[in-house]
């Protein structure tokens, strides 16, 4: 779908299908959608005196001019009520119109910015939104499979803005919203591609092309590499998996140590079978999200190279599967990590722990102002929160909390901070080692978080993405299966950054 940005009447641009929208309880359009109305004769004023047309939000009216103005079809999106419309709302409303569109075979789609006239909201903002709702609701997985026809897809949309001087801050949000939503894309993608395609090599051929595209360092440390650097979390997780590991770093401004550096830590276990701890077998095709944390980094990265934003960004995605295998890696194992902390494993399917200690180790070298790893570490943080409801958030830094939580709140990926209290370490004590690698049933998300606080020594956030990852039923702009969570919430994140 390409997207323009166009300066006039909505009703005069050539399109077969245009989005206007309308708030709860207006009873006469203003604006573009009222100039539409005034082209029609007055037909959207008729249904919503009829009761047809309530601008609630998740509605979407269609009415056909029948040659009164050149386009085939209008579409009219509630908006809700206006005291309660934000962002999100633009987002949602964005995707309800197009998907209708979609539905209906539309090739040539114009639509306003939803929010920017009486709604209030940043012109930016709020195109940036609109076009953003757009696309994430329009993506669609190149799946492997055999199609009757091809799916419907539209050719092109058109952002009309009546207000000339509108129009470059349109332009920008436009600009904005394709960078993320392509960042989105790739995580959503490789979260979608069955595990023996998004392999550990598969990740890192990703990331050679983000690096290649944006003039990023890169290292991808294979199994040698990681055991000159002494990564015995990664390689005791590493052992057992056919595919070989990869332990993935991207550098955005790597050589430029006047910025400020953020380093992102993605979690990047391309199956999880519990290994010798196996899981059972019931749903466990779903572990092939288990690297939605590093799908998140890479989508983050591609977007921070597309932004050029004046940091130094750095990714790290260690890769591996967890598999069962005569090499695998066993309870009662101990294990030496790279700042020479001995665990000993209690239950190898606590993987993602294993393997993040030595990410989160390999960052201190940066000497970062903040690290942020994400993980689908716990099925526990599942269990508190709920499926697709927000990401556990541990922090050893309340400001950077409160910046990751008003980034959740803003792009709708929600966190929601749990406690990292002391106390939680009694839980990971062992008699052969420092620590273990499991805490047991109660607490189970806190544990987790207070194992990997045994490997920073920096300000430090950490977001445990289980069950944020993979949606089983979709949302209004995310569809079934991979959803990019974590992308737009660590663009918001370091665009904020001051
Ligand atoms: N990848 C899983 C966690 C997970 C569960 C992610 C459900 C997404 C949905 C993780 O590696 C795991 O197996 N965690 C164990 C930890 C336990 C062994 C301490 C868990 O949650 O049961
Ligand atoms: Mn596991
Ligand atoms: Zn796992």
């Known amino acids: 779908m390409k997207i323009s940005v166009q300066q006039g009447e909505i009703q005069s641009v050539t399109a077969d299908t245009l989005i206007v929208n309308l708030f709860d309880e207006v009873t006469s359009p203003s604006g573009a959608t009222g100039a539409v109305d005034q082209a029609l004769g007055g037909a959207i004023s008729e249904l919503i005196a009829s009761g047809d047309l309530t601008g609630k939000a998740g509605e979407v009216g269609v009415l056909y001019p029948r040659g009164a103005i050149a386009a085939k079809r209008v579409l009219v999106v509630g908006l809700g009520?206006?005291?309660?419309?934000?962002?999100?709302?633009?987002?949602?409303?964005?995707?309800?119109?197009?998907?209708?569109?979609?539905?209906?075979?539309?090739?040539?789609?114009?639509?306003?910015?939803?929010?920017?006239?009486?709604?209030?909201?940043?012109?930016?903002?709020?195109?940036?939104?609109?076009?953003?709702?757009?696309?994430?609701?329009?993506?669609?997985?190149?799946?492997?499979?055999?199609?009757?026809?091809?799916?419907?897809?539209?050719?092109?949309?058109?952002?009309?803005?009546?207000?000339?001087g509108k129009v470059a801050a349109i332009e920008t949000g436009s600009v904005q919203a394709q960078a993320i939503a392509a960042g989105v894309a790739i995580a959503r993608d490789l979260v979608n591609m069955p595990p023996n395609v998004a392999t550990p090599t598969k990740l890192a051929e990703t990331a050679v092309s983000i690096a290649h595209e944006h003039n990023f360092n890169i290292i991808v440390g294979d199994r040698a590499w990681a055991a000159e650097h002494n990564m015995g979390g990664f390689l005791a997780v590493a052992k057992g998996a056919g595919e070989p590991p990869k332990f993935i770093v991207l550098e955005h401004n790597g050589d430029r140590e006047d910025l400020d550096t953020i380093v992102l830590v993605g979690k990047g276990i391309t199956f999880d079978t519990g290994g010798i701890s196996i899981k059972p077998s019931e749903r466990m095709e779903a572990m092939k999200s288990d690297m939605g944390g590093a799908a998140a980094v890479l989508g983050a990265m591609k977007v921070v190279g597309a932004l050029d934003l004046p940091l130094r960004v750095i990714g790290i995605a260690p890769c591996t599967e967890n598999m069962?295998?005569?090499?695998?890696?066993?309870?009662?194992?101990?294990?030496?990590?790279?700042?020479?902390?001995?665990?000993?494993?209690?239950?190898?399917?606590?993987?993602?722990?294993?393997v993040l200690a030595d990410g989160l180790v390999y960052a201190t070298r940066y000497n970062p102002k903040a690290v942020i790893d994400l993980a689908?570490?716990?099925?526990?943080?599942?269990?508190?929160?709920?499926?697709?409801?927000?990401?556990?958030?541990?922090?050893?830094?309340?400001?950077?909390?409160?910046?990751?939580?008003?980034?959740?709140?803003?792009?709708?990926?929600?966190?929601?901070?749990?406690?990292?209290?002391?106390?939680?370490?009694?839980?990971?004590?062992?008699?052969?080692?420092?620590?273990?690698?499991?805490?047991?049933?109660?607490?189970?998300?806190?544990?987790?978080?207070?194992?990997?606080?045994?490997?920073?020594?920096?300000?430090?956030?950490?977001?445990?993405?289980a069950g944020m990852a993979l949606s089983e039923k979709g949302s209004t702009y995310t569809p079934r299966g991979g959803t990019g969570y974590g992308v737009r919430l660590l663009v918001e994140f370091l665009r904020n950054w001051a």
Not at 99 to 122: C, N, R, S
Not at 406 to 430: F, N, Q
Request: overall charge negative.
């Open 376 to 465: 689908t570490l716990t099925g526990a943080c599942v269990i508190a929160l709920g499926q697709g409801m927000a990401a556990g958030l541990f922090s050893t830094d309340d400001g950077l909390r409160d910046q990751m939580v008003a980034a959740g709140t803003a792009v709708h990926e929600r966190v929601w901070p749990l406690p990292l209290w002391d106390d939680y370490k009694e839980a990971i004590k062992s008699d052969v080692a420092d620590i273990k690698n499991s805490g047991g049933r109660f607490g189970g998300v806190a544990t987790s978080a207070i194992f990997l606080k045994q490997f920073i020594n920096y300000p430090w956030v950490h977001l445990d993405i």
């Open 324 to 354: 069962p295998d005569a090499n695998a890696y066993r309870p009662a194992d101990v294990i030496t990590a790279s700042n020479g902390v001995t665990i000993e494993i209690i239950s190898t399917d606590a993987e993602g722990r294993m």
């Open 81 to 164: 009520k206006r005291s309660s419309f934000n962002l999100e709302g633009v987002r949602q409303a964005a995707a309800n119109g197009i998907k209708q569109a979609q539905k209906l075979k539309a090739k040539q789609v114009a639509t306003i910015v939803h929010g920017a006239g009486i709604g209030g909201l940043d012109v930016t903002a709020a195109a940036q939104a609109t076009v953003e709702g757009s696309l994430l609701a329009t993506y669609r997985f190149a799946a492997t499979k055999q199609e009757p026809e091809p799916p419907h897809a539209i050719d092109t949309l058109t952002i009309v803005e009546f207000d000339g």
